[in-house]
């Protein structure tokens, strides 16, 4: 049971950082497309999309979090 729950964790942490993230970057600017923006948003959908014990989870937070 502690395992699920430091992956829940994990996945609560990756997705704060990166929500994060897009509230540094500020507003987007609507004349311009931001691949840096984009790739996060994408990177939060699939987040969102799997459960806490998916891989997806572990390769994100080698993404988005400091080790």
């Known amino acids: 049971m ?37 790739a996060i948003e994408e990177d939060l959908e699939a987040l969102d999309s799997v459960t806490d014990g998916d891989p997806l989870v572990e390769e994100l937070a080698a993404r988005y979090l400091v080790p």
Do not use: C, F, H, Y
């Open 2 to 38: 502690a395992e699920a729950e430091t992956t829940d964790s994990l996945k609560t942490r990756v997705r704060a950082k990166m929500l994060r993230q897009l509230n540094e970057d500020g507003a987007p600017d609507p004349e311009q497309d931001d691949p840096r923006q984009i």
